[in-house]
């Protein structure tokens, strides 16, 4: 309950302030709410000065309002922040005695950091040391150490992770560093280890006459050969390649493949089978043995007589007849703009081309052209005598005059996504949307109403000229605060029954102009009715009714359903009654 302030009036003893009764009342209600408030409820207690909670091991709880702080006199305490209010000032953390100040598991005593839960205390960013640091156990250091001056390595060092030295170093006797050894001048390394070597960046790893680099092995001394010898029998390898002497055989294949061109200024000489797979030019006779079984390009410039079957890649030539092995097709195939010729050509013993004429070959067979997907069969100029064409495209390009028989059926139609029934034309697709379209700037005309060809603006209305043209207009009149709408309910029933309704979201009140027509006994009325609702109940009252009849039509009542204010009638008879009304809707 908020403060009650008494009412003094205006003027001394005028009459117009609270009453005696009325003042003391509210006195009484102030001091009832001052004790029912925490500071009177028994949990705390003001002593002196001292705040202290009364029931067991409660806390004391401060708690601000909004973005506000609990202040002392020169700190604050924001949210988790401890901040200090005094320019400049420490914040001083002091412990009584030998006590200690601890932050989570860190305890600081005196100049002492000591750990409550832990061994180990972790400083994950960077630690600035301007004086002298002791270490009296063992210390670990995981990165890199950089040090300014010389540094005392003592024999118990066994592990060090990273060491840059920028002055001369001396190591003697055998060092390890990581898996490799360096002793006098051996580099080896340990458990059959490879030894490798990687240089920075673009560097390269540089022996007395050669340069490795990446991948590539160079001669340094100029035109000097790049000699790669083996020790006493044994053999240069090369990938798979080995080359022993002038010999050069292969380790994991029976081939050795030439990739690129192959020039042989001296004679060539094989002992095994010579397959050639290209085209092979001879500068001089070729004998051909009778154990050659396979050439894959043969140029014969002069007359040449083949006997018997041949087969030539995969075609077979015997007698007249041109055949092919695996059921493969036989490709005829003219080079630039050459043509294929054939006097007479018979296709699967029943199709015969002959001249400038396709036919069949077998009685009363059909011959059918039929594209493969989405291609189509075209034809420049088309003569059918006799024939009809079933679902063609006629005068795709040009288009032109035709005769046509008139298309007639009683059963639906469907025409890609749209369905004909009866008189019902509809999409067959779920959920898609019927369009009618004109071309161009052509409209679309339903039961003589031609509908505009594009959208209007916001809020606007089709009207129509009087000739059957629709177009856009915009309504006379702007409401920012109301809505205006009419209406009609024809109620039967001399039971309540609801005229009408708004949503008391939207609207908080409206004004009714309500026409009433009971045409069976002839009686007529008209009446205003004003509705108002405060969220949970609704309101109505009726006034300036005009009727023939000697009462009131109806009776009527408001009430709230939900989210709507419900207008409600009672007929004076359980006649048709006819209520026509206009309703003036006023805002929230």
Known sequence: ???????????????????????????????????????????????????????????????????????????????????????????????????????GAIKIQGTSFSSDDSTIININDGLIVDG????????????????????????????????????????????????????????????????????????????????????????????????????GTGVIKIGALKFDGTSISSDDSTTVNVNDNLIIDGTLTTTGAATFTGATNLGSTLAVPSAL????????????????TTTIDNLTFNDNTIGSSSNADINLTPGGTGSVILSSLTIDSNINITDNEIKTTQSNSDLVIAPAGTGQVVLSKADINGGTIDGTVIGGTTPAAGSFTTLSTTASLTIDGITIADNTVSTNESNSILELSGNGTGGVTISGFTFPTSDGSDGQFLKTDG??????????????????????????????????????????????????????????????????????????????????????????????????????????????????????????
Not at 30 to 54: K, V
């Open 1 to 103: 309950m908020a403060q009650q302030s008494l009412n003094l009036g205006t003027n001394a003893n005028d009459g117009t302030g609270d009453t005696l009764r009325v003042a003391m009342d509210k006195v009484n209600d102030n001091f009832t709410e001052l004790y029912n408030s925490p500071l009177f409820s028994g949990h705390l207690t003001f002593a002196g000065n001292e705040i202290s909670a009364t029931r067991s091991n409660d806390d004391i709880v401060f708690v601000p309002s909004g973005t506000g702080s609990v202040s002392f006199p020169s700190i604050k305490i924001n949210d988790n922040n401890i901040e200090g209010l005094r320019t400049n000032e420490n914040i001083n953390l002091v412990p009584n005695g030998t006590g200690s100040v601890v932050f």
């Open 132 to 231: 002298t640091i002791n270490v009296s156990g063992t210390a670990t250091i995981t990165g890199a150490a950089s040090l300014g001056s010389t540094l005392a390595v003592s024999s118990a060092l066994t592990t060090l992770s990273t060491l840059n030295v920028t002055g001369a170093t001396s190591l003697v006797g055998t060092t390890t560093i990581d898996n490799l050894t360096l002793n006098d001048n051996i580099i080896g390394s340990s458990s059959n280890a490879d030894i490798i070597l990687t240089p920075g960046g673009t560097g390269s790893v540089v022996l007395p006459a050669v340069t490795i680099n990446d991948n590539n092995i160079t001669g340094t001394r100029s035109n000097d050969d790049l000699n790669i010898n083996a020790s």
């Open 293 to 308: 079984t396979t050439l894959s390009t043969l140029n014969v410039t002069s007359t040449t007589g083949l006997v018997g």
């Open 467 to 588: 000739l059957g043209n629709l177009a856009f207009a915009t309504a006379s009149a702007t409401l920012s605060h109301s809505d205006i709408g009419d209406g009609t309910t024809t109620v039967a029933t001399s039971t309540t029954s609801t005229l009408n309704q708004f949503d008391k979201t939207a609207h908080r009140s409206a004004k009714y102009f309500i026409s009433v027509s009971d045409a069976t006994n002839s009686r007529f009325e008209i009446v205003e009715a004003n509705v108002i609702t405060d969220g949970t109940n609704a309101f109505v009252t009726t006034f300036g009714s005009v009727s023939d009849h000697a009462t009131g039509l109806a009776v009527y009542s408001a009430d709230v359903d939900g989210d709507n204010v419900r207008l409600r009638v009672t007929n004076i008879s359980d006649n048709s009654t006819v209520f026509k009304f206009q309703r003036i809707a006023i805002d929230v």
